[in-house]
């Protein structure tokens, strides 16, 4: 399957009215109040999507309980971007600060991350995300298959999921992060040994690359074995 599929661009007077305003982000949060104003409406809708992609996930558990089948998903956590996020991904893009770039360059603003139990079940999520024809698909990147230098792993998504928002229907994106519960163990460790690693001492100068690498070769030779283990029961 092809890692990249890229959607057209998003134009952003097509997701919110911005007429009449001052589309420097910069000048806005230094106004507050006017930037607050004319943000929310914009992080509602990504909020919407959110959610609405949640809840399709939610509907994929219930089918297999349903069904009496075990269930492909373990959790779904959600997360929504700050404005002070928001910017600071802009700044170290080197993107201008406006609502216009932002819309059009970062596609993470709105984020789901579904963690399933075995690999197996990361892929049956992607293919069902596929199948729904309401949702276009505008990258899939597999870091399960090809992972990062550093040992991570995980599949990412970029969708867009129609909202119906201001009296009209808007096509919003949401990266959506698939990813075992093994995998999801290491990036948490893992970010919080990267966080903790820029707080230590100056003179202490102590480099995990090779054992964060490592720890991920293990803990996915040891899911592969669960997961061989699971197939055989399930026949």
């Given amino acids: 399957m092809a890692q990249t599929a890229v959607a057209k ?16 982000m910069r000048h806005m949060a230094d106004i507050g109040e006017e930037f607050n104003r004319t943000m929310e409406p914009i992080l509602r809708m990504y909020n919407a999507a959110m959610n609405m992609t949640e809840t399709r996930m939610d509907i994929i558990k219930d089918e297999f309980k349903y069904r009496n089948m075990r269930v492909p998903i373990h959790h779904i956590d959600t ?25 059009n360059n970062l596609f993470d603003i709105a984020g789901v991350r579904v963690v399933c139990p075995y690999v197996k079940d990361v892929y049956l999520i992607r293919d069902r995300i596929m199948d729904q024809d309401d949702i276009q698909v505008m990258e899939i990147k597999d870091y399960i298959q090809n992972p990062k230098p550093n040992g991570y792993r995980s599949l990412h998504m970029i969708i867009r999921v129609p909202v119906y928002f201001m009296n009209r229907k808007q096509l919003v994106p949401v990266e959506v992060q698939i990813r075992t519960e093994s995998m999801d163990l290491w990036a948490s460790l893992e970010h919080d040994i990267k966080y903790k690693s820029l707080y230590t001492d100056e003179d202490c100068d102590i480099d995990f690359s090779e054992e964060l690498l490592e720890a991920s070769r293990l803990i996915y030779q040891a899911e592969a074995k669960m997961e061989k283990m ?5 026949g």
């Fill in 79 to 103: 997360r929504l971007k700050s404005l002070k996020s928001i910017l600071g991904k802009l700044q170290k893009k080197h993107l201008d600060l406006t609502i216009t770039a932002a819309c």
């Fill in 9 to 24: 661009e998003i134009i952003v007077h097509e997701l919110v009215p911005v007429k009449g305003i001052n589309d420097d």
């Fill in 230 to 234: 699971n197939n055989y029961l399930e």
